[in-house]
T-cell receptor, first 114, second 112 residues
Framework: NAGVTQTPKFRVLKTGQSMTLLCAQD?????MYWYRQDPGMGLRLIHY???????AKGEVPDGYNVSRLKKQNFLLGLESAAPSQTSVYFC?????????????FGNGTRLTVT | GQQVMQIPQYQHVQEGEDFTTYCNSS?????IQWYKQRPGGHPVFLIQ?????EVKKQKRLTFQFGEAKKNSSLHITATQTTDVGTYFC????????????FGKGTKLSVKP
């Protein structure tokens, strides 16, 4: 049982480059989330999805886009990377809303933008 | 905006000492959850508290939810080196259809 799988684990980008982070879950969860974690800042929600084909903005959505074409996958895109987007990115899923069910996190993607 | 404040930011203890981290919300919460993140790892769910004044225990860990459902604490008795990591609280504002608000975490280090 893989749970939540993120790829890649590490990535270095130059300013202005684009990339997509992939999150896949095999738990049939409806809800999926993308967070970023920076030192001393905790976990901040970027975007989330309450079901296939739906997405919504979180606390820090600027500079990111997401897509949920399949229930098991949630993609996070950076169209033009900036050094401020250097961070550790975590994907998470839950099978109901956050009020009822806990978050299952992936192992994270460490992104450096130079 | 709605915030969940968590203190202290860092805590260094000698193995065997107790440890407590506190969370305070600017608004009343429906529930609060606690997560642990080991160094280099990802957050892992520990527990959820829902009722006013609720107290739950997991071995050496004791979790409390305040009567007003605006604050919570995690207490570890007799810390061990395996307790090292960052502990996060995450609250869901009452009446909100939105998402959990995470505290910034307390990083615990344990000296053997």
């Amino acid at each position: 049982n893989a749970g939540v799988t993120q790829t890649p684990k590490f990535r270095v980008l130059k300013t202005g480059q684009s990339m997509t982070l992939l999150c896949a879950q095999d738990m049939n969860h409806e809800y999926m989330y993308w967070y970023r974690q920076d030192p001393g800042m905790g976990l901040r929600l970027i975007h989330y999805s309450v079901g296939e084909g739906t997405t919504a903005k979180g606390e820090v959505p600027d500079g990111y886009n997401v897509s949920r074409l399949k229930k098991q996958n949630f993609l996070l895109g950076l169209e033009s990377a900036a050094p401020s987007q250097t961070s550790v990115y975590f994907c998470a899923s839950s099978y109901q809303g956050q009020g009822a069910i806990t978050l299952h996190f992936g192992n994270g993607t460490r992104l450096t933008v130079t | 905006g709605q915030q969940v404040m968590q203190i202290p930011q860092y805590q260094h203890v000698q193995e065997g000492e107790d440890f407590t981290t506190y969370c305070n919300s600017s608004t009343t919460l429906s529930n609060i959850q606690w997560y642990k993140q080991r160094p280099g790892g990802h957050p892992v769910f520990l527990i959820q508290l829902v009722k006013s004044g609720e107290v739950k225990k997991q071995k050496r860990l004791t979790f409390q939810f305040g009567e007003a459902k605006k604050n919570s604490s995690l207490h570890i008795t007799a810390t061990q080196t395996t307790d090292v990591g960052t502990y996060f609280c995450a609250g869901l504002p009452r009446g909100s259809q939105g998402n959990l608000i995470f505290g910034k975490g307390t990083k615990l280090s344990v000296k053997p």
